[in-house]
């Protein structure tokens, strides 16, 4: 008999991103001539169910759009993932949430996001009982109010779920939220951001791991071409060094970190076990083209 997937939910945002390649990021008040510019499917919870769902978990994703074009070229994106689209809801007051990215030759970016749609989430999308039942990990990220990242901490800690928060783009945290997250998921800049460490090498992000470990159980730093680091609030401690891969776009490679990283642990894998799929599949992703 099949073992069935581990269950994982995602409570997040859904942006349509408009992506620009240039030779460089403009500078204050500079024009750049870009190469190309590309519609893609993102948002932090969109990416990570995706990432999710690749990886093998039985993804539930709750998230929100507008009626708009966005949300069309949004929910068509789902479906070619073979993602469930019963839990996304669709508003008539605001438009779907959006993103302009902008790449430069050295496979960086700097995007600006329109929350729009996503603004809407709260307790009412997420009392099916169907989200919940069976499911293991749950999956956050600051791309949705708090109020709404709340509530499904909540809910998931009455489930008996472990509960993940990638915590991007940087926002303070109320300790409230923060008491009821498991595995907090930062890169270098949300890092110094929460704990003052400034992160320049995988050293300095095992610091800053550790710091972060005084107020959650589990604390990941990744820290892009130097690796990842890991600390736990009863003083276990690693890091990994980044494997050595050919950069094209590092545009996504957090969520499908956090998407991997949160697939694992819902088969029980082990934490640096289930940290070094994720480094690996993150590096994947990193060397193909978008």
Known sequence: MTEPKAGVVVVGSLHYDLMIDAPDRPRKGETVTGTRWYPKFGGKGGNQAVAAHHAGADTRFVGALGTDNFADFMLEALKAQSLDTRWITQTNDCGSGMSVAIMDSEGDYGAVIV????????????SDEGIWSGARTLILQNEIPESANLHAARAAKNHGMLIGLNAAPSR????????????L???????????????????????????????VPHAIVTAGGDGVAYASNSHEVFSIEAETVELVSTHGAGDVFVGTLFAALARGTDMK???????F????????KP
């Open 115 to 126: 929350t729009g749609a996503n603004a809407i989430l709260g307790s009412d999308h997420i």
């Open 172 to 183: 303070t945290l109320s300790d409230e939220f923060l008491n009821l997250v498991d595995v």
């Open 185 to 215: 998921v930062v890169n270098a800049i949300e890092a110094q951001d929460l704990c003052g460490v400034a992160v320049t090498d995988l050293a300095s992000a095992l610091s800053a791991a550790s710091a972060l470990a005084n107020r």
């Open 273 to 279: 076990t289930a940290v070094t799929q994720s480094n």
């Open 281 to 288: 599949a993150a590096a994947l992703h990193v060397s193909r």
